[in-house]
């Protein structure tokens, strides 16, 4: 019984009235697709070696991983 009633809660309130909310927030772009302003590299190798190229970079409007460091 209190499973039943668990599920029935998680039910409503999933598809309740304040459901679409979420779906009615304006988006925000975290990418401009031209350079990596506002963007911080959280990798370990750069943080201990500043030698370290930054392994993402933009291509044609698109965030691309360099695949380094490994």
Do not use: Q, Y
């Amino acid at each position: 019984m209190k499973s039943f009633l668990f599920l029935t809660v998680c039910v409503a309130t999933a598809f309740g009235p304040n459901s679409r909310r979420m779906s009615e927030a304006p988006l925000r772009s975290l990418f401009n697709g031209r350079d990596l302003t506002g963007w911080h590299v959280d990798v370990p190798a750069p943080a201990s070696n500043v030698r370290v190229r930054n392994p993402f970079i933009v291509r044609n409007g698109m965030l691309v991983t360099l695949g380094e460091p490994r």
